[in-house]
């Protein structure tokens, strides 16, 4: 059975730091590319960023350009989100999501989500 | 940046009647590859978006059959032949024919 689990979401200043954690089982990770995708409370679905099997390939949302950076850890079936200069507009629940293969360029869809970790960015 | 734009933003159904959403698409989502990258999800209520199309008219696993959608190029349409009380919800179109995927506003299901 396919796992995503989030985590590190909290309350954090505006002007700071978070990194969120995915960690993923039931397939083989390095397998296929995975994403985040938020939801402000309310609101609908806005892709964050991608990376393909290999890191070889990644994107970003112009929202997030510059200040976000995604990772993953094979070894350690680990999808990251390192997020940086955090806004009142960053205030979402984050999502990971595994795609159907391992490129990222096109053709990604998202066939399993995790539960989503809250990130509300506040002072 | 691909604007995805779906219509209407809410409709109230009687069960056992259909719905039809549509989402429109900024550009073509024909890829030179041959497939048309559109997908639709729907996101129950206090849970993650599910995958319910993908590549414009294929049901993903265990997608009940009343679901269905078309479309070509900058046109699509997801349509449920007979409402059930558990496909309330919000429904999202999605593209992926370039990176930096985009969703539609969504599309809120309720019951009448």
């Known amino acids: 059975e396919v796992q995503l689990v989030e985590s590190g979401g909290g309350l954090v200043q505006p002007g700071r730091s978070l990194r969120l954690s995915c960690a993923a089982s039931?397939?083989?990770?390095?397998?296929?590319?995975m994403h985040w995708v938020r939801q402000a409370p309310g609101k609908g679905l806005e892709w964050v960023s991608g990376?393909?099997?290999?890191?070889?390939?990644?994107g970003y949302a112009d929202s997030v350009k510059g200040r976000f950076t995604i990772s993953r850890d094979n070894a350690k079936n680990s999808l990251y989100l390192q997020m940086n200069s955090l806004r009142a507009e960053d205030t979402a629940l984050y999502y990971c999501?595994?795609?159907?293969?391992?490129?990222?360029?096109?053709?990604?869809?998202?066939?399993?989500w995790g539960q989503g970790t809250l990130v509300t960015v506040s002072s | 940046d691909i604007v995805m734009t779906q219509t209407p933003l809410s409709l109230s159904v009687t069960p056992g009647q259909p719905a039809s959403i549509s989402c429109k698409s900024s550009?073509?989502?024909?890829?030179?590859?041959?497939?048309?990258?559109l997908y639709w999800y729907l996101q129950k209520p206090g849970q993650p978006p599910q995958l319910l199309i993908y590549?414009?008219?294929n049901r993903f696993s265990g997608v009940p059959d009343r679901f269905s959608g078309s479309g070509s190029g900058t046109d699509f349409t997801l349509k449920i032949s007979r409402v059930e009380a558990e496909d309330v919800g919000v429904y999202y179109c999605?593209?992926?024919?370039?990176?930096?995927?985009?969703f539609g506003q969504g599309t809120k299901l309720e019951i009448k």
């Open positions: 999501a595994k795609a159907n293969y391992g490129a990222i360029l096109w053709g990604n869809y998202f066939d399993y």
């Open positions: 039931g397939f083989t990770f390095d397998d296929y590319a």
């Open positions: 990376i393909s099997w290999n890191s070889g390939s990644i």
């Open positions: 550009q073509s989502l024909l890829h030179s590859d041959g497939k048309t990258y």
């Open positions: 590549e414009v008219s």
């Open positions: 999605m593209q992926s024919i370039q990176l930096l995927y985009t």
